[in-house]
């Protein structure tokens, strides 16, 4: 327990009483003070040893009060810490105020009681001027270990609460992790998945197709000399070009073959002039790759362009979709090594959206984005407003160990011919 300094100037400290209201009636009235306070109160002279204490501070202590009269109260009452180490009395924060002049505010230690008892106490003392002369000191103490116990509980709970919550974080976290590495497993599946259907189409229907070309027209050279057989032979020659067409258009769809051909660069470049051309938007475009940065290779980096691919056609289609806008802005850069990241934006003066809508729980376009991206490391930032447009960038580190610099040729161009 520790004693209560006082933030003023104790009433018994630097202004005792003239010389004409000294006498018993004084006398009287500060005893009644004194003895009214559920405050323990006590002074000490120049040496340390009593001077008065009131009755509550003598009760608390369990002395009466002609024992602790003329006593050193430091060696009756603060003589120990509160770990059972000796409180010398030169480091006495009740003595410093009459040594010293150093008022004192403590409530982190221990007052003994005539049982040999401690209790946790708040104590402050104060020094006693007469002329300006220290006289003494004047201390105030209370028992606070009620007070400290409901701290220690209130300690325990919350060191409990951050523990349990720690652990439910980790969990959480952990879960979390989880269905990451699930959605990101499921997303590669996916895109074998379409990249094996797009080869089997190309391999067998578009093979089946050419083939039924060809014998539509034969057959239609040797029925040149009958128009009506003729005019049927054409027909089903465009229908089978329509099917042709249609046929690319879905393999595309499925896994862009010049993502494997010519990389990531060139891929994000050509959906771009695609959806500029379909879209007939007022378009500004800029591509730039810093020399010696190749698209990355192998395993990963297939994954990692695939899912920069496909944020990016989900880029696209939110502004063919939502937006009604009428320029977009697209712009493609590259940092340089060695640790080059990519960063893709595109901005439209469309409708806009706002914060709700944008975190809505059926955003999945949004979601979708943004987990594709955290899944590298990558970031994906949307600074949208009613009636004043949408801006997203993606923004995504290149795998470390898949950015070896390849003799690649820069891309550095604004696209002045689609503005």
């Known amino acids: 327990?520790?004693?209560?300094?006082?933030?003023?100037?104790?009433?018994?400290?630097?202004?005792?009483?003239?010389?004409?209201?000294?006498?018993?009636?004084?006398?009287?009235?500060?005893?009644?003070?004194?003895?009214?306070?559920?405050?323990?109160?006590?002074?000490?002279?120049?040496?340390?040893?009593c001077t008065f204490i009131n009755r509550a501070g003598a009760q608390m202590l369990g002395w009466r009060t002609d024992q602790v009269l003329g006593r050193n109260m430091h060696a009756l009452i603060h003589h120990t810490h509160g770990d059972g180490r000796h409180y010398p009395e030169a480091e006495c924060p009740i003595y410093a105020a009459f040594r010293q002049g150093l008022p004192c505010r403590i409530d982190s230690e221990v007052l003994w009681r005539a049982d040999g008892s401690s209790f946790s106490a708040e104590y402050s003392s104060y020094p006693i001027l007469d002329g300006g002369v220290v006289q003494g000191a004047v201390a105030t103490f209370v028992d606070i270990t009620e007070r400290k116990r409901a701290e220690a509980l209130l300690r325990e709970a919350r060191d409990e609460l951050e523990q349990r919550v720690q652990a439910r974080t980790a969990e959480l976290s952990q879960a979390l992790g989880q269905l990451r590495d699930l959605s990101a497993y499921l997303e590669t599946v996916r895109e074998e998945e379409r990249t094996r259907i797009a080869r089997d189409i190309h391999d067998e229907l578009g093979s089946l197709l050419v083939a039924l070309k060809m014998d539509v027209n034969w057959l239609g050279k040797r029925v040149a000399d009958q128009p009506e057989l003729q005019c049927k032979c054409s027909s089903m020659g465009?229908?089978?070009?329509?099917?042709?067409?249609?046929?690319?258009?879905?393999?595309?769809?499925?896994?862009?073959?010049?993502?494997?051909?010519q990389g990531l660069w060139a891929a994000l470049e050509w959906q771009a002039l695609e959806f500029i051309d379909a879209t007939e938007l007022q378009r500004e475009l800029t591509v730039h790759v810093t020399r010696g940065v190749a698209p990355p290779a192998g395993k990963v980096g297939e994954r990692w362009a695939i899912c920069v691919f496909r944020i990016f056609q989900e880029m696209l289609s939110n502004v063919?979709?939502?937006?009604?806008?009428?320029?977009?802005?697209?712009?493609?850069?590259?940092?340089?090594?060695?640790?080059?990241?990519?960063?893709?934006?595109?901005?439209?003066?469309?409708?806009?959206?706002?914060?709700?809508?944008?975190?809505?729980?059926?955003?999945?376009?949004?979601?979708?984005?943004?987990?594709?991206?955290?899944?590298?490391?990558?970031?994906?930032?949307?600074?949208?407003?009613?009636?004043?447009?949408?801006?997203?960038?993606?923004?995504?580190?290149?795998?470390?160990?898949?950015?070896?610099?390849?003799?690649?040729?820069?891309l550095d161009r604004a696209a002045e011919e689609h503005r």
């Open 1 to 49: 327990m520790s004693l209560r300094i006082a933030r003023r100037p104790h009433p018994l400290a630097h202004h005792p009483a003239p010389a004409d209201e000294r006498g018993p009636a004084w006398s009287q009235r500060l005893q009644l003070l004194l003895e009214s306070t559920g405050e323990g109160i006590f002074g000490v002279d120049m040496d340390g040893c």
């Open 238 to 261: 465009r229908l089978i070009d329509r099917a042709v067409d249609n046929v690319g258009r879905i393999i595309t769809d499925l896994r862009p073959s010049i993502l494997d051909h």
């Open 320 to 410: 063919a979709r939502h937006a009604k806008a009428r320029t977009v802005r697209i712009r493609l850069l590259v940092d340089s090594p060695p640790d080059p990241v990519l960063h893709l934006e595109v901005e439209d003066d469309g409708v806009g959206a706002t914060p709700e809508q944008l975190a809505a729980p059926d955003s999945y376009g949004v979601m979708g984005m943004r987990e594709r991206a955290g899944h590298f490391g990558g970031t994906v930032s949307i600074r949208s407003a009613p009636k004043c447009g949408t801006r997203v960038l993606l923004t995504m580190p290149l795998p470390p160990e898949r950015c070896a610099s390849a003799a690649a040729a820069p």
